[in-house]
């Protein structure tokens, strides 16, 4: 599946640009812009976009017109941009073929996701153009879903508890945490000194993640304050 091309139409270049740079920093790069209808509308034709970003104030009349003879030709996730707030303004945006309605001042990360969204809706957006977070720290990471922890590179076979350990010190590296933070955070409870339990886990994963797990490099024990991930 090649990149999604997307198509703005917005009279204001600066708020082009903006929502442009946005998308770029979601892996979207396949971008046009246009400044009025005549104009959207050659460009839809030769650039063939699988996403239109209407403004419905244009020089030349209303993105709403824009919209209709998109409609004639394609299916196309269409999302308009107006000042205008007003309900009845939205049910017509929607009614005549919109997928979704955005009031101006709008954050342009929000438009990002809510372009991603209609992608993926549409089936024209792969996972592979998204910006994966993956979150490093010395020789461990972990994904964005918080479910897989890599040291070195290679997965580490560790069980759901382990991992949200490791989520929270991956998240926290240099900083002592506490065991009623950790207990908290991974376990969904308070803590009660539960001291036993804590340390059965703490030991299991430093018998993964460390070289010599009974003098560990990475996790170590604040006496009577808790656990650190050393992050060098």
């Not at 017109?65 to 017509?92: G, H, M, Q, W, Y």
């Not at 549409?122 to 918080?146: C, K, R």
């Not at 065991?179 to 339990?197: H, I, M, P, Q, S």
Request: charged content about 25%; glycine content about 8%.
């Amino acid at each position: 599946m090649g990149q999604p091309r997307i198509l703005i139409v917005d009279d204001e270049q600066d708020l082009c640009q903006l929502i442009k740079t946005s998308l770029n920093k979601e892996g979207l790069t396949q971008i046009e812009t246009a400044g009025s209808i005549n104009e959207g509308w050659n460009r839809f034709q030769q650039f063939k976009p699988d996403l239109a970003i209407l403004d419905i104030m244009l020089p030349d009349g209303e993105g709403y017109d824009l919209c209709k003879n998109i409609r004639t030709v394609s299916r196309i996730p269409i999302l308009f941009l107006s000042a205008k707030s007003d309900e009845l303004d939205k049910i017509l945006g929607l009614a005549i073929g919109g997928d979704d309605y955005i009031t101006k001042p709008f954050s342009p990360k929000e438009v990002a996701y809510r372009v991603k969204a209609q992608l993926r809706r549409a089936g024209t957006y792969a996972n592979e153009f998204e910006q994966p977070n993956v979150l490093t720290v010395g020789p461990f990471s972990m994904n964005e879903h918080e479910t897989e922890v890599k040291k070195d590179g290679h997965l580490l076979e560790l069980t759901a508890k382990e991992v949200g350990l490791m989520a929270c010190f991956l998240q926290n590296p240099n900083q002592i945490l506490s065991k009623e933070t950790l207990f908290r955070r991974v376990w969904g409870e308070e803590f009660y000194g539960a001291d036993n339990t804590l340390m059965v886990h703490i030991r299991r994963l430093r018998e993964k993640i460390e070289e010599q797990p009974s003098d560990p490099q990475w996790i170590t024990t604040v006496k009577g304050l808790g656990y650190r991930l050393h992050g060098n």
